[in-house]
């Protein structure tokens, strides 16, 4: 299979299953849509889409009462990359919650060491409709000027701003070059959260306790792309992370554009973000302004106190019920942070950056993750 008709299945799949869960609504035509499709091989006879998304916007002020139940970031790849992570949940529970006669249908095996891996063959591919906020981007916010152009910046780590509208460099945080808000940066670029996927994977540290690296295999990309763009800010700026601790690797994507099947629609970008994966009854929405769900102002199922609930419900039915209470009175950043390997490899891709001066990463305060869940 050429990869133009591989990117083309991955677009239609995409596609399809965005109009089939929106038409019986008046959801538009969104800004960006990402989703994720899960393939045995290169067989898309038989492929899914086991999540997606919509969303443009993040919330940039830092919200002290937050106790892990708002989604601060609400661009279409990253709320995407969650539903896949409740994806992966789902199949772990598949796995161990079920009949005999089910458990061949997850995703997963078991290790001798009771952690668990994909089954052989797995692949997940995502689509977005318009290039990924970033280095990735041809067209960079606030650096079009003669004196300043965004050549100078290429390669360079960059945080959201103006409501996740834009982006600017890290290197450039103290530079008088640029007018940077009075508002904390907290939120790094979705080209720099990919990449940062292809090293640590996307099922992120919670589930790294459990399984094995899970990553991308490719990206198909429509507006504002170009291979050169995606190929600097996916690859070629990873090049100087090496010795991360196994099973961690740099995974090089498999890179396509469609530029000509997407057209980015023109006007305000829509306050909504919707999300959904595969065993959702129906599509959930998010406001932007609030992280929220729109209909109930209550946290969404992808914020991070759910996934947390999830996980610990895991190790409670992994270890036992003593095993699992306990777990429950840990907060979730010191869930996180004991993720070993996970984090030496996280500390590898950053450090690998700095020392290239490419900016440093930006980490949500740790107190942001001090809360715990009682299951």
Partial sequence: MTVDLFADSVYHLVRNKYSQLTESSSHAQPKVLAGVVMSRGFDFSSAQVVSLATGTKCLDLEDVSDTGCILRDCHAEVI?????VRFLYAQLELLLCTPDDSKEQSIFVRNKDNSF??????????????????????????????AYPSRRFRFHLRVKVNGGEGTLPVAAQRSRDFV????????????????????????????????????????????????????????????????????????????????????????KASSISLNWSSGDGCLEEVSTSSGRRKDSGTPSRLCRHSLFTRWLQLQRQLNGPASGSQA????????????????????????????????????????????????
């Avoid at 995407?80 to 896949?84: H, K, T, V």
């Avoid at 891996?117 to 003669?146: K, Q, W």
């Avoid at 030496?344 to 990463?361: D, I, T, V």
């Fill in 80 to 84: 995407s990359r969650r539903a896949l």
């Fill in 117 to 146: 891996r994909l089954r052989e063959g797995i692949l997940f591919h995502m689509y977005v409709s318009s290039s990924p906020c970033g280095d990735a981007r041809l067209n960079c916010p606030y650096e079009t000027t003669a």
């Fill in 180 to 267: 940077l808000p009075s508002k904390p940066l907290l939120t790094m670029s979705c080209t720099d959260k990919l990449a940062k996927w292809c090293v640590v994977g996307v099922q992120g540290a919670l589930l790294s306790h459990l399984v094995e690296p899970v990553y991308l295999h490719s990206l198909t990309v429509g507006t504002l792309c170009h291979t050169g763009h995606l190929a600097r800010g996916m690859a070629r700026r990873l090049a100087p992370v090496k010795h991360l601790p196994l099973p961690y690797r740099r995974q090089q994507l498999l890179l396509a554009c469609l530029s000509s099947r997407d057209v980015r629609p023109s006007g």
């Fill in 328 to 375: 429950s009175t840990e907060s979730f950043s010191a869930c996180k942070m004991s993720a070993g390997r996970y984090q030496r490899a996280l500390q590898r891709f950053g450090s690998a950056l700095k020392a290239e001066g490419l900016g440093a990463w930006f980490r949500k305060p740790l107190k942001l993750g001090h809360f715990s869940v009682t299951v």
